[in-house]
């Protein structure tokens, strides 16, 4: 078999299916794919709202409850008490399958009856955590999604294991932390980014078993140095002193010069440790796994994000979360011993042969269903004998091809395609489709995505960002009543919400650690941790060693390598573009640098 070189159905550019592709995609009986692998992911990204929650009614129970969908969604929402209850059935929405329609569009009619829960969490296995999102296993956290197993953590996203840490992306076991990103068994560790097993760090990257470090980068096993200098013990916490780091204006003006500095020296082309031919960024402990962001435990898997329990193999265009999960394809928020799952969204625990379908845990044999748990042989939330679904799933898929569903912007979906961004439950900005491929209203609704005006209408501002004292200490605890005002006054594109409150073990936080209070709201200060992470897109490039120094002369190479004085040969994909001003350089040359 040959690559093929197609053009993208949605953006018109060019993209190629290798041969290792069309087998799998024959292995598990679909046609290729007629997106692009990145129109592709953003397709499933608009079905994954995180972090845009409103206050609503439970529409069986009546009582208020936190959301993901606002209270003008077309469809019934139920708390997550209710939805788990065996006080609904979502087979009473089944239907027969109507071969004068489009199946997609069968969907839609059902989508708009059955009622889905308003979080994708399991509130019993949260205490004191009412406001978060795709979450577990919490206690006394607040503003937290995409996480589990924590406690006393608020405003964070991707954090496992940790404890009274705030403002955190991807943190593991992580302690009394603050403002990091991508970090392992850190504690007190603050702004900084790629750290492990270190403590009472700031603005550092990429350090490893290191305390006391000041704006460091790339230490293995030090103490006490800053800006990568070794110093005193006493030399430096006087040091320390003097950075006066409870000062907003302070902590800006180190900030600027650690990123300075970090600068100067080289990175690796990708974050992965433990892989055998991967490509990608953030993947460990993987084999065979390509243009995949944030994977563990994988093989041959391709265009995945965010598969972050172990045990997936032979997945393409799988986004979140897996374990222990095979043969899936097209599927978004899902996980826990999945096999031959398609087109399909929110599907977890125990579940095969499931395509199109949406809400359900446990099940098999199921086509087009919503909310159902431990069904097997059903269409549109009806139960079939296994020879009758087996006939009507074959009828289904025909006729899937010769009356495919056309949205409003004119594309065709026939068997193979994911859901519309159409039928998407969520307007474009609030989904994560937003925070990795942002668009402005006008620029989404060109491409005919729906777009969702913020609710402004709950925030009084008491309290003007301007008028916040610059220094920690000159804030009292009647900060905690105030109301205040974003920066970014809703005039980003950042999901603002125009204002935020201080919570009171947040306040405690900032006191004991000497930090000054933030001036963004949450989601904005979400929005700028995200801009230091990598994209989600991968480039060609070659290593940027030229021999004893960086190409760019910045940095000084410390030991010989393996190409002598010539420039180093390796090439690579990267998520670091050829415009980008970091020094990057390829395994080889990396380990032979930074131990
Ligand atoms: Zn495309
Ligand atoms: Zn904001
Ligand atoms: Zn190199
Ligand atoms: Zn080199």
């Known amino acids: 078999m ?60 009546k009582n208020a409850t936190i959301s993901m969908y606002s209270s003008d969604a077309p469809f019934p929402v139920y708390c997550p008490r209710c939805w788990w209850s065996d006080d609904w059935d979502p087979m009473e929405y089944g239907r027969e399958y109507d071969f004068s329609k489009s199946l997609l569009e069968q969907i839609r009619e059902l989508q708009l009856v059955t009622p889905v829960p308003a979080l994708s969490t ?10 978060v999102n795709m979450a577990h296993n919490l206690k006394n956290c607040y503003l937290l999604f995409n996480s589990d197993y924590d406690e006393g953590c608020a405003y964070g996203s991707e954090v496992e294991n940790s404890e009274d840490s705030f403002d955190m992306m991807m943190a593991e076991s992580c302690h009394l932390s603050y403002e990091s990103i991508n970090c392992i068994k850190c504690y007190r560790t603050f702004f900084s980014v790629d750290c492990k097993d270190s403590q009472d760090i700031w603005f550092s990257r990429n350090l490893v078993n290191c305390t006391n470090c000041f704006g460091c980068t790339n230490l293995r096993n030090k103490k006490y140095y800053i800006f990568n200098e070794p110093h005193t013990e006493e030399e430096y916490l006087e040091k320390l002193k003097e950075f006066n780091l ?39 402990n993987s084999k065979d796994v390509h243009n995949t962001f944030i994977g563990t435990g994988s093989e041959h898997c391709r265009y995945c994000m965010w598969l972050i329990i172990k045990g997936n193999k032979d997945c393409y265009d799988f986004t979140q979360f897996g374990e222990n999960t095979q043969n899936v394809y097209e599927t978004v928020g899902s996980g826990i011993n999945l096999n031959n799952v398609k087109f399909s969204a929110i599907c977890v625990g125990d579940v095969h042969n499931v395509e199109y379908t949406q809400h359900c845990f446990g099940g098999a044999y199921l086509l087009a269903c919503i909310g159902l748990r431990n069904k097997q ?50 307007a474009y900005n ?6 990795y491929f942002p668009l402005t209203k006008k620029e989404a609704e060109e491409q005919g995505y729906l777009w969702r005006e913020p609710d402004t209408k709950d925030h009084k501002i008491t309290k003007n960002v301007d008028s916040l004292p610059d220094h920690i200490s000159d804030i009292d605890d ?12 809703g005039k980003c594109n950042e999901q603002c919400t125009t204002a935020f409150k201080v919570i009171s073990s947040e306040l405690q936080f900032y006191k004991k650690m000497n930090l ?12 700028q941790r995200l801009k230091q992470r990598n994209p989600l897109q991968l480039c060609h490039r070659k290593c940027t060693c030229d021999g004893v120094k960086s190409e760019n002369g910045a940095y000084k190479n410390t030991a010989e390598h393996f190409h002598g004085t010539d420039h180093c040969p390796n090439e690579f994909e990267t998520p670091y573009a ?17 131990v």
């Not at 009758?388 to 009356?403: P, Q, Y």
């Not at 609030?430 to 925070?435: G, N, V, Y």
């Not at 000054?516 to 929005?527: G, T």
């Not at 050829?578 to 930074?594: D, G, L």
């Open 578 to 594: 050829p415009e980008r001003k970091e020094i990057v350089y390829c395994e080889q040359c990396y380990q032979t640098e930074v």
């Open 430 to 435: 609030e989904t994560i489709a937003q925070e």
């Open 478 to 489: 009647g900060i905690l009543k105030e109301t205040i005002g974003c920066e970014h006054e």
């Open 246 to 284: 409870g000062s907003k204006k302070s902590i800006q003006t180190a900030k600027e010069k650690a990123l300075e500095l970090h600068m100067k020296f080289p990175r690796k082309f990708m974050h992965g440790s433990h892989n055998v031919d991967v490509s990608g960024d953030y993947v460990h």
């Open 516 to 527: 000054p209070l933030p001036r963004l709201c949450p989601n904005c200060r979400h929005y």
């Open 122 to 131: 399991r509130h019993q296995t949260l205490t004191n955590s009412e406001y």
């Open 2 to 61: 040959q690559s093929e070189i197609k053009r993208c159905q949605n953006c018109k550019q060019e993209f190629t299916i290798e041969p290792d592709d069309f087998v799998f995609y024959e292995k598990i009986d679909v046609p290729p794919p007629t997106w692009c692998p990145e129109c592709r992911l953003i397709r499933r990204l608009c079905f994954n709202n995180q972090r845009s929650l409103y206050k609503r009614e439970c529409n069986l129970c």
């Open 377 to 426: 042989h059903c269409i549109l939330n009806k139960q079939y004998s296994k020879e009758s679904f087996d006939k009507l799933r074959a009828g289904v898929i025909e006729h899937m091809n010769t009356i495919p569903y056309t949205d409003n912007s004119g594309r065709t979906y026939r068997y193979g395609e994911f859901f519309p961004s159409e039928l998407s439950p969520f």
